[in-house]
């Protein structure tokens, strides 16, 4: 959007033309110069070296005239004055003293130069209180509702359309139009200083959504299971069962690098139950213990605390663990065929025979 910068010297006519008008109502004022310094700054960047400012005191006249006021009464002047036209007259008489300032007036220049853009974030910021709105009157939607309404710009026709809707209303607001009844004019202030009251709220919501837009994951999101898991499903005993289908009472199971073989999680503490499903209704494993050793938790299978009967007194319910039950009693033994062939262990010596021996009878 290409915006022309408004000159000073139009902000000078602009605030002369006003002063020539304070003796009526600040509505009223605001009314006649509503889109003034846009208008003469379009006409100024058509015209070029052209372009000449009127007289501030005729035309002032004439938009009277226009509006079928009365001539300027200074005595109306004094008795119409309010806190609110002083606060104006004095944001005014602020404004054309900091561009008596070469710096002043730049920065004003580059303020002004950036409206549409306020314009713009003004849209996008109803567009987002409707959906706080939307989130108070419908708690239901959730905590994550209003990332998710906002997220469903990128599939949601209609969320595209109410949004633009929203920007498109605010820039032609910004321009002075569309304010047909003086009330629409209210609304245009009181929205637009809701908006920059909840800014660092909507900028929280905004990052927020776009961290979840681009990093979110088709998929279902990976959960960390603790301890030996199986398809996410945390595994709570293991039961050995030998080649023939007998069930071996106890064995020891150990990692391909040579690691005790658990269930528990890494962050086992100094409790002597496994924390993962203590107080969850269910058995709980307890390890094997032995006096002067380290708790064993790859000793199969484990002990457990029978459910129902935790007292969360850690020590008193550990005492009452129990051995496990095996879920059969025996089951199909492993075909010959796919037994491996039998071969030394790499502790146990290999005995070569001698030749004697071999000659010997």
Request: aromatic letters at 10%; charged letters at 20%; one cysteine or more.
């Amino acid at each position: 959007m290409i915006t022309t910068p408004v000159r000073s010297d139009i902000h000078e006519f602009a605030a002369a033309v006003r002063a020539h008008l304070d003796d009526l109502p600040a509505d009223e004022v605001d009314d006649l110069l509503d889109g003034l310094e846009a208008d003469l700054s379009d006409q100024a960047a058509e015209a070029g070296d052209d372009f000449t400012l009127p007289d501030a005191t005729t035309y002032a006249a004439e938009l009277r005239a226009a509006a079928g006021l009365p001539e300027r009464s200074d005595t109306a002047r004094v008795k119409k004055a309010s806190i609110l036209q002083v606060v104006r007259d004095g944001w005014h008489e602020t404004g054309a003293a900091v561009r008596k300032n070469p710096v002043g007036a730049w920065i004003l220049d580059l303020l002004s130069s950036l409206r549409p853009v306020g314009w713009i974030l003004r849209g996008v910021g109803w567009y987002l209180l409707a959906f706080f709105a939307l989130w108070f009157v419908t708690p239901g939607i959730g905590y994550r509702g209003l990332w998710s309404a906002f997220l469903i710009l990128d599939g949601n026709i209609a969320a595209w359309v109410f949004l633009l809707a929203c920007v498109f209303l605010s820039i032609q607001w910004g321009r002075g139009r569309w304010l047909p009844a003086r009330w629409l004019r209210v609304v245009r202030t009181l929205s637009t200083v809701a908006v920059v009251l909840t800014l660092p709220i909507l900028i929280g919501v905004f990052s927020g959504a776009l961290w979840d837009l681009v990093h979110r994951d088709t998929g279902a999101a990976p959960t960390y299971t603790p301890g030996l898991s199986v398809d996410g499903q945390r595994v709570r005993n293991i039961f050995a069962f030998d080649a023939e289908g007998n069930a071996i009472p106890m064995v020891q199971l150990f990692d391909q690098d040579g690691n005790p073989l658990t269930t528990v999680g890494r962050d086992i503490g100094p409790t002597p139950y496994d924390s993962y499903f203590y107080g969850g209704g269910g058995p709980v494993p307890v390890p094997y213990t032995a006096p002067g050793v380290s708790d064993a938790w790859n000793i199969y299978p484990l002990r457990e605390i029978p459910p129902g009967v935790m007292s969360w007194d850690p020590w008193e319910d550990v005492a009452k663990a129990k051995a496990t039950t095996f879920p059969f009693l025996r089951v199909q033994p492993i075909p010959t065929g796919a037994l491996p062939s039998p071969e030394p262990s790499p502790t146990s010596p290999i005995v070569t025979p001698s030749p004697d021996a071999e000659a010997a009878p």
